[in-house]
């Protein structure tokens, strides 16, 4: 039997929810492990940061780093990852495009330390004590904090990045995808992947699901999906329910529609755009309030019309925003 | 500031109407400000959103995509179809933080040189006084392009 890999997972700014997709593999665990060993793991096993420290470079076969980079130590060990590992995976929605956190990208750190040790109804803090990155406790030690950015990183923004594994949290689809090309690699010698891949499908996600669509697609009215009894066997967006599935990617295996939920749009842009949000943009704006009294709508009547849209960029760019073509909201004076 | 602000401005022009529009603002000879560059597009309805924001994020102090008047698109209902995705192209730029006026859609006819000149114009005047755009200015770590 061929000599067994060596893989690590790393976490940045993650709800460690990609930690638990991993061992959501089940018995397929074991298939995994005959293959390789699991040499680094802060959630899973009992390590310490410097064990990973002490490794020598390029000694990890795998290296799977989940989260966006959103501090110093977070950029920190995207660093040594890319050093010990010989393969990297962004790992999950944040790695790949800043995910959740991402959403960050609307304001800044000033403004989310003070939301968040200040403002919140849950808040005690009568001196209005904000982390610092050395502080002294009261023998004089000194105690340290990463650092906190003001802007949500992808992975890739930080170090070069050889494939990227999109969705919140990667499906076990998608990580048997990973398995076979794995155990092919490691037991048959076949070639992995060319660099830079992103290992789901190219198409867009209504390709994959199954909800029946009767046609040309026209939304009257919009709705959250608790404010109507929708039918469980159509399609979400003919129904005023918005569904991200027309602006990203598949290989999923549409579980989300197919649990009676609409796509939120975590496996990020098809393989033929760049950016989700104005692809769903253009979805979205052709198909809603359509009417053949299209040439009557004066341009007031469209803007009062797209104006029931509510967040378009939260919406659009829920998992992408450090992604986008932008990246960032930006403040500009108003007149 | 020293030296005087010269806006970099883009404008998508379908080809049909807004395209020839400026060709008749050109051989008329009407004084146009020079801090636009032209884009022909076969459309208006071709001009992608993420084009808008990709010349935003480029540095791009203003863009406005010029296309026939509704009724006369070259493609019977092009226009229709891009007056809606730019009333939700300036909605998303604002929550973006960028001031509205950045961004314009207007209707030249390829009869229209006059009008071409002046929304032209118009439109570098009012990005004059909002000054550069604040994505161009940005000072941030370069990122991975997408």
Partial sequence: MAEKIKIALKRGASCVGCDIAI?????????????????????????????????????????????????????????????????????????????????????????????????????????????????????????????FYDEVYALDDIVDVDYYVPACPPTSDI??????????????????????????????????CERKRSGEIKVDRLYRIQEIAFDEEKCFLEQGIICLGPATRAGCGAVCTAANMPCRGCMGPTASVTEQGASMLSALASVYGMTDRETELSEEDIEKLMMQIPDPLGLFYRFSLPKSQLGRVVKERVE | MSEEFKPRILVFCCNWCAYAGADLAGVSRFQISPHFRVIRTLCSARVDPEWILHAFRKGADGVMVLGCHPGDCHYIGGNYRTRRRMALVRMLLTQFGLNKDRFQLEWVSAAEGEKFARVVNNFVERIKELGPSPYGKLERRERKAV
């Fill in chain 1, 23 to 147: 061992v959501n593999f089940n018995e397929e665990l074991f298939t995994l492990l005959s293959v390789a060993d699991l040499v680094f793991s802060p959630t899973l096993l009992d390590v310490k940061y410097d064990d990973l420290k002490k490794m020598p470079d390029k000694s990890i076969t795998i290296g799977f780093y989940h989260g966006a980079v959103r501090n110093s130590d977070n950029e920190e060990f995207a660093h040594i990852m890319r050093d010990k590992c010989q393969i990297l995976i962004a790992y999950g929605a944040c790695a790949h495009m800043g995910g959740i956190p991402g959403l960050a990208n609307v304001t800044d750190k000033i403004a989310i330390f003070k939301k968040v040790y200040k403002e919140t109804f849950s808040t005690v803090n009568p001196d209005g004590t904000l982390p610092e990155e050395k502080s002294l406790d009261k023998e004089g030690h000194e105690l340290t904090l990463p650092r």
């Fill in chain 1, 175 to 208: 990580n048997n995808k990973i398995l076979t090309v794995v155990k092919e690699f490691v037991e048959e010698g076949k070639p992995l992947p060319p660099k830079g891949s992103i290992i789901a499908s190219e198409k867009t996600l209504c390709d994959e």
